[in-house]
């Protein structure tokens, strides 16, 4: 149930009798299994796949913070933006942030949903966006100059710069940040505006966070407990993935 799969399909992975299971799967049973970043890699040998990259998949000590945060909304990020794993409470207050349902390979990055599908920016108030493109730009630089421009980071920079103006713009300023702490406003459809103080704990390597919020004030908290109580049933007006 954990790994999302059939028991059915368990009997017949462990008596051997299925197809090589996919990585998506494995990934699934590591999480399920509470796997260490070890273990997982040698399930993935026994699957006859090679491991993901250490920054592609949510370490395992990030995930068992992130099971431990049920109170408050909370997400694994790699340093590049791509949302690793989320927790109930944070698909409930801003949607899946996986951004794998565009179609487009780029968009798992939060940064190139932010400057090329504007319309996604109306999950923050219009006098905040400004302050979060910059905030996003200046962030990515940081990982740019750690990673020593790499070919991933400069394939996304060079998509961004060549698709979106605003973008261009900003990464022509260099300025250079890493995200820490950080007040936001998140408008919700169904409870109204949600201000929450955001923690970003990074790991020691810098290639992975997990980001905390925390409600900032009384009706914050009050609206967080009702969208609890609301839950995820008929959640037409569910906030667009950002």
């Known amino acids: 149930m ?13 008596q051997g009798r299925s197809s090589q299971p996919s990585t998506q799967l494995i990934t699934s049973l590591a ?3 509470r796997l ?15 491991p993901p990259a250490v920054d592609a998949v949510a370490r395992a000590g990030m995930l068992r913070m992130l099971d431990l945060l049920q109170a408050v909304p909370a997400m694994v ?9 989320q927790n109930g409470l944070s698909l409930l207050v801003v949607g899946d942030q996986s951004g794998t349902g565009g179609g487009v390979e780029a968009d798992r990055y939060l940064v190139h949903r932010w400057f090329t599908r504007p319309e996604l920016r109306a999950v923050h108030p219009p006098a905040e966006q ?8 200046a962030d990515l630089r940081a990982a740019h100059g750690r990673r020593g421009g790499d070919a991933e980071t400069t394939r996304l920079v060079q998509r961004l710069q060549s698709t979106s ?9 260099h300025k250079v940040a890493v995200r820490r702490a950080d007040r936001k406003t998140f408008t919700h459809p169904r409870v109204g505006p949600l201000v929450m103080d955001c923690e970003n704990l990074i790991g020691v390597d810098h290639l992975q966070r997990l ?7 009384a009706a914050t908290r009050e609206r967080l407990e009702l969208l609890q109580v609301l839950g995820s049933q008929n959640f037409q007006d569910a906030p667009e993935p950002l």
Do not use: K
Not at 211 to 217: E, H, K, N, R, T
């Open 31 to 33: 999480r399920a299994l």
């Open 77 to 85: 990020l790699s340093d590049l933006g791509e949302v690793l794993a």
């Open 36 to 50: 260490s970043d070890d273990e997982r890699a040698h399930l993935f040998h026994l699957a006859g796949h090679q």
């Open 2 to 14: 954990l790994a999302g799969m059939s028991v059915d399909y368990i009997v017949r992975l462990e």
């Open 211 to 217: 980001i905390v919020l925390s409600p900032a004030d």
């Open 130 to 137: 400004d302050r979060h493109g910059r905030e996003l730009v």
């Open 165 to 173: 103006v605003e973008f261009a713009r900003l990464w022509a300023e």
